[in-house]
């Protein structure tokens, strides 16, 4: 819910005509990881789905990448991170 409040998303969001959810999963994509999005309503599972008609600028991409994080990523703090 924070990233629907951040101004650089609603900025992009505007730019490209879209949403701020698929301006974030249009990220994720170019980004190479596969999203997986959800939700209860058919009106919003076509708009997640309709993320491959644009594409987001290298520089635009830059700002998203280096914008401040939010939020939590669901790992302990006090615990050491595990890469596979």
């Known amino acids: ?4 409040k951040r101004e ?7 730019k490209y005509d879209r949403t ?4 974030c999963i249009r990220w994720i994509m170019q980004k190479g990881v596969i999203p997986l999005p959800k939700s209860s309503t058919m009106e919003r599972m076509k708009e997640n789905q309709d993320i491959f008609s ?6 635009d991409m830059y700002r998203l990448e280096t914008m401040p994080q939010i939020g939590w990523s669901g790992e302990h703090p006090d ?3 595990v890469y596979f």
């Open 1 to 4: 819910g924070q990233a629907f």
């Open 8 to 14: 650089l998303l609603k900025e992009m969001a505007a």
């Open 20 to 23: 701020v959810a698929q301006i």
């Open 54 to 59: 644009f594409e987001i600028s290298t520089e």
């Open 79 to 81: 615990r050491e991170r």
